[in-house]
């Protein structure tokens, strides 16, 4: 049983999947923080309000702080536009690169040499004309 686990736990599959999930959350810190730290001040400052995430409005007593889910946002998209254009398609990119153009299929037919027309590739006459033509050549 354990070496089961062992066997799936060691695939590279797991363990990329466990990567990717670490450095996708230490990512989002980062984004969170540059978002909290950098791009909501300079929105701020644009608008006029000096802290961004202290937005809020009120209805029946209750505090709504709009503030906080914006910057949750802005955190998402960052996050979403860098995974896509860093990672998406620079991957995209590299597949398109490594797939091969399938090869062209064996010919079956070639062309007779005196009318042109096509005929079996194994042909040894010409159908049309009656042309003796060479066995297995495509012309």
């Known amino acids: 049983m354990l070496s089961g ?10 363990v990329d999947l466990a990567v990717g ?4 959350a230490a ?18 400052a644009l608008v006029g309000k000096p802290d961004f995430s202290a937005i809020s409005f009120t ?27 860093f990672v998406v ?7 398109a690169r490594m797939r091969k153009a399938p090869a062209p299929a064996d010919p079956t ?13 194994d042909a040894r006459r010409c159908a049309h004309c009656a042309q003796p033509v060479a066995i297995g050549q495509a012309a």
């Open 59 to 85: 209805i029946h007593d209750s505090v709504f702080p709009v503030g906080d889910f914006i910057n949750a946002a802005v955190s998402f998209f960052l996050i979403a536009a860098a995974v896509y254009f």
């Open 27 to 44: 990512f989002g810190t980062v984004v969170t923080a540059f978002t909290k730290d950098l791009l909501t001040p300079l929105i701020a």
């Open 5 to 14: 686990f062992k066997q799936f736990s060691l695939r590279g599959h797991v």
């Open 109 to 121: 037919t070639k062309k007779c040499p005196e009318c042109l027309s096509e005929i079996p590739i």
């Open 89 to 95: 398609t620079p991957i995209n990119a590299l597949v």
């Open 21 to 24: 999930v670490v450095i996708g």
